[in-house]
């Protein structure tokens, strides 16, 4: 199927007795009241547009990139929330299903011919990346230094976006039992680790943060009933769907306990390539399943980390945000959002 980018636009229906917007005569209102207008749809709206870059699913984690425009911040504390909408059936959408985390980058006007590529025809029918290198905008691996990243604080040290931070980690494990109906807190983790983690080398649940889930689903059945074999076999049971449902975010949580090593080490896991010149990008979390809306679904993430260009390549030097006025302006989309023939 098509990529279809679109605009977040809500469509106000055609009801049978709608007239067209007509002029209020003055004595139609009472006095000093506002007089509204009906119409067949809002003000068009000009947004910032973005491209989600995701892994597939498969053991290939090729990367795959598409345009959207519904994404927008909803929260703020204690972790920043945002929300992003994804066209259901797509590659995309897939890939971030399945994996539970995408990289959004936000795109400059350079990019704005990128959009037909990455919007208007789909992964599975086309090669997005030789699309883009053919512009001249080569997907590249990205690799992150500083504080922000996976590694020890040092400027200099690479480190894997793939790689969640120590306490976002925790999280992503807490997200994992929780959905499965295990209830603990990311302290109570913390302080489990501590005593039993493998030590202070590899971080604190070092490589294997199946360790963890191991010990608290253990914990949640052997409370209830300490000697039933049957809770023993159920408690397995529940790890071993745990480990298949969520394997790919328990593998994150992983890279981001090890430390700055295992991060490099394990660059066959690491993020997707992304695209040089981005204003931003950002790391993106699915934290709950996601809620249908029309043709899309709905999808509240959390941001963990948060990046910009390090100015190194020529595609750098652009500034100021594509907008989805520009794309108009250019010809690139309709006035009802999609990619133009």
């Known amino acids: ?74 929260g703020i504390r204690p972790n920043r929330v945002w929300c992003v909408s994804l066209y259901r059936g797509t590659r995309s959408h897939e890939n971030f299903a399945a994996r539970g985390w995408g990289v959004l980058q936000l795109l400059r006007p350079a990019h704005a011919e990128l959009v037909r590529p990455l919007g ?18 080569a997907w590249r691996p990205p690799t992150m230094l500083g504080p922000a990243g996976a590694g020890s ?22 997200k994992c039992l929780a959905n499965a109906g295990v209830s603990v807190s990311v302290d109570e983790m913390k302080r489990w680790c501590a005593q039993h983690g493998p ?27 300490p000697t039933s074999a049957s809770a023993k076999a159920t408690a397995e049971d529940l790890k071993a769907a745990i480990d298949a449902d969520f394997a790919a975010r328990i593998e994150a949580a992983a890279l981001g306990l090890s430390g700055p090593a295992g991060a490099v080490e394990n660059a066959a896991q690491a993020s997707p390539l ?12 699915l934290m709950s399943p996601m809620t249908r809306a029309g043709d899309h679904d709905v999808a509240m993430c959390s941001v963990s980390l948060f990046f910009t260009d390090g100015g190194e390549s020529p595609e750098s030097s652009g500034s100021g945000l594509l907008e989805t ?15 133009a023939p």
Not at 163 to 169: C, K, Q, R
């Open 1 to 74: 199927p098509m990529c279809v980018m679109t605009l977040m636009l809500a469509t106000l229906p055609r009801v049978a007795g709608w007239r067209a917007a007509t002029t209020l005569s003055a004595g139609t209102a009472p006095a000093g009241a506002l007089p509204l207008i009906p119409t067949h749809a809002p003000a068009v709206l000009s947004v910032p547009v973005y491209s989600l870059a995701t892994l597939d699913a498969d053991d290939d984690a090729e990367t795959n990139m598409n345009i959207l425009t519904y994404a927008s911040p909803v």
């Open 120 to 137: 208007g025809a789909s992964g599975r029918d086309i090669s997005k990346a030789a699309a883009c290198a053919e512009l001249g905008f």
């Open 153 to 174: 604080g040092d400027p200099t040290t690479p480190s894997n976006m793939a790689a969640l931070p120590s306490d976002f980690a925790y999280a992503t494990l807490q």
């Open 199 to 225: 030590g202070a080398v590899t971080g604190p649940i070092g490589e294997d943060p199946r360790a963890v889930v191991s010990h608290f689903v253990d914990l949640d059945f052997m409370e209830a009933s």
């Open 274 to 285: 992304v695209l040089p010149g981005c204003a931003s990008y950002f790391r993106i979390d």
């Open 325 to 339: 006025s520009t794309l108009r302006d250019k010809g690139i989309i309709t006035a009802l959002g999609k990619v």
